[in-house]
């Protein structure tokens, strides 16, 4: 069955940002990463309390700033720098702030470096959610809506890809976001009070429209799009495309692009329909649009107005050749639906990285210098990325 719990659909309402029916406090972990920080955002605007926690593993202090910046709608933020998997600081804060419910984004998301480091995966991205659920088990917190992962589907026998489509991880990370909802699930079924939405996202892109906020990931950028937004602003030299013998038209990787608002909204639209289905459920993110690594590269020329240096190289092991989401559980279940294009995404991406060329170390609004750090490209494929 698709969605593990069932539960009524919401029809073709609720997109858009309908008043909410109330103000809640949100914890928000990985609140100062790139979708933590639109989400927040997201939140905010609907009139809620975002309590963010991050340790800045792969963001900075600067998204917090810029967050706060973007404060609209009633809306309000209070920040706690901890490392997650600090069960004693976790429940520090959760005892000085009392929450409603959690999004929990904190996570490492590196494909080819969870190969590497599969221990330092495991005790992020799984145990930290142990200490994170057994912390709300204390605190009697019990709606909670997980990031999760297309990667999730491995190499699926056929696309678009539903939620019933069977999992197959291939690499330490996505069997890390696997265990974490089959932990979930096991909750729902211990506690039949609980609510969880696990949302599998396809591939997240693009940025805030105000250019404040962006995709800044610390080091090398393991998702293609901040990596060609750094080759267009002259701190890379080149993309590097993994293969373009795939059996797809132009034989580069296809994939689902989503604009990274748009999945801030579904996040917003999952935690209202929380309370409508006890128990965990499944929902991908996704546009049901694919896109190649040249027509984003493309679409990303367009959006800067030069043509983009790239280079084929090697397929690299364990990527596929396509994931394109089925969305329509997230409309019939949440009344969501992504409305940003590709263009868009460039468009954004483009605006938050010429505004802010060296990420948020430029400071409040962003200056206008840059560096040329042109590191060499590592093997590290972002989460469900291919190029
Ligand atoms: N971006 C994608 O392509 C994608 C696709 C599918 C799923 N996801 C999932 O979405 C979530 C958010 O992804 P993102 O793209 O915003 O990544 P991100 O790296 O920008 O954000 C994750 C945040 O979590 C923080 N963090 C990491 N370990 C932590 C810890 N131990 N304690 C506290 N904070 C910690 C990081 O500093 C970072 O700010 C992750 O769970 C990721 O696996 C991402």
């Known amino acids: 069955m ?10 073709e309402a609720g997109q858009g940002r309908p008043a909410h029916p109330r103000r809640e406090t949100v914890l928000v972990t990985g609140a100062a990463g790139f979708i933590g920080s639109h989400t927040a955002v997201e939140l905010m605007a609907a009139g809620h309390h975002v309590v963010g926690v991050d340790n800045f593993a792969n963001s900075s202090p600067g998204a917090v700033d810029r967050i706060r910046a973007l404060a609209a709608g009633g809306g309000s933020f209070e920040f706690v720098e901890l490392d997650l998997r600090d ?8 005892r000085h702030c009392p929450v409603d419910a959690v999004i929990h984004f904190a996570a490492k998301k590196a494909v080819g470096e969870s190969v590497e480091i599969p221990l330092d995966y ?35 026998a056929s696309v678009p890809i539903r939620e019933d489509a069977p999992a197959r991880p291939t690499n ?44 800044d990931p610390r080091g090398v950028p393991n998702n293609v799009l901040p990596y060609i937004a750094q080759v267009a602003v002259g701190r890379r030299a080149e993309l ?13 990787g296809i994939r689902d692009y989503i604009h990274v608002v748009d999945i801030a909204e579904g996040h917003r639209l999952a935690l209202d329909a929380l309370g409508e289905a006890p128990g965990h459920r499944v929902i991908n993110l996704g546009t049901g649009r694919g896109t ?26 364990g990527d596929v050749a396509e994931l394109v989401a ?23 991406a483009w605006n938050f990285q010429r505004r802010n060329p060296n990420g948020y170390a430029d400071g409040p609004a962003g200056a206008t210098t840059s560096t040329n750090d042109n590191d060499n490209q590592r093997d590290d494929r972002g989460d469900g990325d291919d190029r």
């Open 292 to 317: 190649s690594v040249r027509e984003l590269l493309d679409a990303f020329a367009a959006a800067c107005g030069r043509e983009l240096p790239a280079r084929v190289v090697a397929r690299r092991p």
């Open 240 to 252: 590097s495309v993994f293969g373009d013998d795939y059996p797809t038209p132009d034989g580069t």
């Open 87 to 94: 069960r004693a600081a976790l429940a520090a804060a959760l």
């Open 2 to 11: 698709r969605g593990e719990a069932g539960g009524p659909g919401r029809g």
């Open 172 to 215: 330490p990370y996505a069997r890390t976001k696997w265990m974490c909802e089959q932990i979930l699930a096991d909750v729902c079924h211990r506690y039949p009070d609980w609510h969880v939405t696990s949302l599998r996202y396809f591939n997240p892109a693009g940025a805030h429209p105000s250019g404040l906020l962006g995709e």
């Open 122 to 156: 495991y005790d992020t991205n799984v145990n930290a959610t142990l200490g994170l659920v057994e912390t709300m088990l204390g605190h009697g917190v019990n709606r909670l809506v997980f990031s999760s992962s297309c990667s999730i589907y491995g190499d699926a």
């Open 326 to 348: 089925d969305p329509s559980l997230a409309r019939e279940l949440l009344g969501w639906k992504a409305t940003h294009d590709v263009a868009e995404m460039c468009r954004d």
